[in-house]
Structure formats: C-alpha cells, structure tokens
C-alpha cells in the first residue's frame, strides 16, 4: 500500500505548548502560502479533502497532524508569507514554525514545497535556514510543475539543485503536480526512507527517534 493512502486526521494545534506527546516518527510538510502545499498532501493521501485547500492563500492557521498507516504522522504546518495576513498572526506563525522545526525530537524531516515557477523566496531560504542546524534530512518539492513548459521544469530542477548542492546529501529535490499526479511515487520513496520502511510495505509500526 502507498506510504501516504489512508491517512487520517488525528488533532489540530494552535500553541506550541498543545503539542501531543510524541506517537511515532513525524514528517513535516511546509511551504509558502498557495505553493500548493494542501493539494500535494491530498494527492500523495490518494483524498480529494484530507488537507483544506482554500482559494484565499494564508487560511491554514493550526499545525494538523494526520496518522499514517505505518505509525508515523504526517504534520501540516501553516503557510507562511502571505502579505495580508496581520503581522501578529504573521509573528506568531513564525514563532510556531520555528519552535516546532527546531525542538521536536520525534520530527525525522522536513518536507519543504515550493512553486516551481517561484523557488527559493527569502522565506524559503530562512525555512531551511531554520531546519538545516537540526542535521535532519530536508527534501524540496517543486510544485505546479505543470505550469512550466517540460524544458523550464527541468531548468528550475537543476537550478535549485546546484543553487543548495552546498548543504549536500541531507537536501533533495523533485518536480511535483497535484494536476497530473506526477512525483508522488519519487516523495514517497524519499519520506519512506526516513522512515526505514518500504513504499509498498508501509505497514509495520515506526518509532519516533530514541523511543
């Protein structure tokens, strides 16, 4: 069964001192406000609503957790960046991002979207600025790749690619669409890896790190 199919909602959270204790590995999925973050999730989950997805950019104010099959948990952090959210909210989102990126132990990852015709922002890069002292494993999807024409989808690829080659083996990158449903099988392959299961065996209990 794929990695991600069945997921199902576990608990919302607005605080970092709400966290649940930890059950299971985590892998994070982050990225800018519309980089496609909640459609990639429904598409890799094979679910139509498993994350909301909203045409108002910046609407994912709570950090989701969502249970995988395999014990581990797929957690939805909020977009970040959107201009028109107050600065309060913008702050605090900062805060919880930051503070949930950097201290959470039984977090194995961080799965980082990006539009692929906007990689990169200055956000982007204090994200990962953010995780890579951690010494965990970031992985960057490329996202809407179906804007690009297949030429300009592989330019921005090897772009990005050599643009973070610096922070070597610890960062990957992708090409994703939700529209086509290409890149799930190569995401799942990458997450199952930190997660020390087979894509297609996703079954067996994972442990959070030191458990």
Request: glycine share 8%; aromatic share 8%.
């Amino acid at each position: 069964m794929p990695l991600f199919r069945n997921a199902t909602f576990e608990i919302s959270i607005a605080r970092s001192d709400a966290l649940p204790p930890p059950h299971g590995a985590e892998v994070a999925f982050a990225g800018r406000s519309n980089a496609g973050k909640s459609s990639a999730i429904n598409t890799l989950a094979g679910h139509t609503r498993l994350a909301y997805v909203s045409k108002t950019p910046g609407r994912t104010q709570l950090i989701n957790f969502f249970r995988l099959n395999c014990g581990a948990a797929l957690v939805d952090l909020p977009g970040y960046g959107y201009a028109q959210v107050p600065e309060k909210i913008r702050r605090h989102w900062a805060a919880l991002l930051e503070d949930y990126l950097t201290r959470r132990e039984s977090l194995v990852g961080l799965v980082l979207m990006m539009d692929a015709r906007h990689p990169l922002t200055p956000l982007d890069r204090a994200m990962i600025g953010w995780f890579v002292p951690t010494g965990k494993p970031i992985h960057v999807m490329l996202t809407k790749s179906d804007k690009l024409s297949r030429n300009e989808a592989n330019k921005t690829l090897f772009a990005v690619r050599r643009d973070l080659q610096e922070l070597g083996e610890r960062v990957s990158v992708q090409l994703f669409s939700s529209l086509a449903k290409t890149g799930v099988e190569e995401c799942e392959a990458v997450v199952a890896g930190w997660l020390g299961v087979a894509p297609g065996a996703a079954e067996a209990p994972v442990k959070a790190p030191g458990k």
